[in-house]
């Protein structure tokens, strides 16, 4: 049976475990609604330290995090290929949970998927998180996605 629901998803990943498991996810509901998921990867430049850079490490830094982000989208692309899912791949600079948002309402997708980072509620209050931040903003269902033992209290 064909569902109308979630039709364009889209799935965040960080490359983190969390971030395996939301792709995952991601892709057996997509299946499942026989949609299309959009593949987003955002390099967080806001955490680059203010002031003097020596140009040449700025460079590498913005290199290593471009091609860890090229790694992520292959991963992604595979787990498609497996799950029979169309996808398509972005990879982005900015704040992360901003440039979510944007990408997901400018794509019009049905769904958001993120992974959690488990962040301690002491790391969440200093620093805030990604997937919180995309919650609390987000016009359309999001799926935090937890690793295997986080999420219970």
Request: with cysteine; net charge negative; glycine share 10%.
């Amino acid at each position: 049976m064909k569902s109308d629901f979630y039709k364009k998803i889209l799935i965040a990943t960080d490359g983190s475990e969390n971030g395996a498991q939301a792709v995952s996810a991601g892709m057996e509901i997509t299946r499942l609604s026989q949609g299309k998921a959009y593949a987003l990867y955002v390099i967080d430049n806001t955490c680059y330290p203010a002031g003097k850079w020596d140009p040449k490490l700025k460079t590498a830094m913005e290199e290593q995090f471009k091609t860890f982000g090229l790694e992520m989208t292959a991963a992604v692309e595979e787990a498609a290929e497996a799950a029979g899912v169309d996808v398509e791949f972005a990879i982005m600079e900015g704040h992360p949970a901003e440039k979510i948002l944007n990408f997901a309402e400018k794509q019009g997708v049905d769904m958001i998927i993120v992974g959690s980072l488990g962040k301690t509620d002491a790391e969440r209050f200093l620093l805030g998180s990604v997937s919180e931040k995309v919650v609390r903003n987000a016009k359309v269902p999001v799926l935090v996605v937890h690793g295997k033992g986080q999420g219970k209290t």
